[in-house]
């Protein structure tokens, strides 16, 4: 492989095709730790707008330190992996605990919530530091250079990193597999290192890396209860993600009215069905509340709420 040549035109193509993402215009690392906590398995098109409104809210460690944790988990809302948002608070306070942002790679990876290739990519891009990052677009990248489903990603990400600007060079590696090297149809036909590809040259890219087996879906069906008094709606504490708030189920003093509508959601691998009706009640579950319609954002609502609130058409 040759090494010299694959990062030279990575470089240059990364100049020239890098998408203009909020999070390039940084090197501050508590924004980077933000935009990568955020785009842990959670789509860059889907994360901009909270990225923006979280950094707004929280401009550095010392605001996220200090702002109620419901709050936090307010403006997370609709992002899901919930512990993501209150692990980036603790290590938020840790960081103000320690006066500044950490600066090496070891001390990165303590902060709560910060794996491996998170620290790696913070110590790259922010201070320039000589960590390799490795996530799954790496190495499907790796695999298909070498055509080797066994290859050591580790090492040959090491090999490939250009010391000298190693937050420019994990970076391009990340962006060939986000838009080039993509798992299921690859375009080879615009990869700047397609000449350095065994894969391509054997035929076989889109085959590797080999598949993995996934979970067996499972189908659920719920019904979500709008019980409201005046401009208030009944809340209790959500069965599905802690801390939030959702509507309540069918309870023994609930008298069902209409139906409202309905809508699905998906949890990683639970696929629910959702009915929207409406209720009357004598008596109320142990820890719910009234909540003002007006002041839904105001609350860390689950996302299954808001989506059944939407059936009254407001």
Request: net charge positive; proline share 7%.
């Amino acid at each position: 492989m040759d090494v010299r040549s694959i990062r030279r035109k990575l470089a240059r193509w990364y100049e020239r095709a890098k998408r203009d993402l909020p999070w390039r215009r940084t090197r501050d690392p508590y924004a980077i730790l933000i935009s990568e906590v955020m785009l842990q398995q959670t789509r860059v098109a889907a994360v901009i707008p909270y990225y923006e409104r979280f950094l707004k809210r929280f401009p550095n460690a010392e605001a996220l330190a200090a702002a109620p944790e419901a709050e936090v988990l307010a403006l997370w809302s609709g992002l899901g992996y919930y512990s993501r948002a209150r692990n980036l608070q603790k290590a938020a306070r840790q960081i103000v605990e320690r006066g500044a942002f950490p600066r090496d790679y070891a001390s990165i990876r303590e902060l709560a919530g910060v794996g491996d290739y998170t620290a790696a990519a913070i110590s790259s891009i922010a201070f320039g530091l000589p960590h390799a990052v490795v996530d799954g677009n790496i190495r499907r990248v790796i695999v298909r250079l070498t055509n080797d489903d066994g290859v050591d990603v580790r090492r040959k990400a090491d090999g490939l990193l250009d010391n000298g600007d190693s937050g420019r060079s994990n970076q391009s590696l990340m962006e060939l597999g986000a838009i080039v090297c993509l798992p299921g149809d690859p375009r080879c036909g615009v990869c700047p290192v397609v000449d350095h590809c065994e894969s391509r040259k054997h035929g076989n890219p889109s085959e590797l890396p080999s598949k993995r087996t996934k979970p067996y879906p499972v189908r659920l069906e719920r019904t979500l209860l709008i019980i409201r008094r005046r401009n208030q709606v009944l809340l209790v504490p959500s069965p599905r993600v802690k801390g939030f708030w959702d509507l309540p189920g069918p309870f023994t003093s609930a008298r069902l009215g209409r139906r409202l509508g309905e809508f699905r959601h998906t949890i990683t691998h639970h696929y629910y069905r959702f009915f929207v009706h409406e209720a009357a009640a004598n008596s109320f579950p142990k820890a719910s509340l009234w909540w003002p319609f007006r002041e839904e954002n105001e609350i860390p609502l689950s996302t299954t709420a808001k989506k059944a609130l939407r059936c009254l058409g407001r």
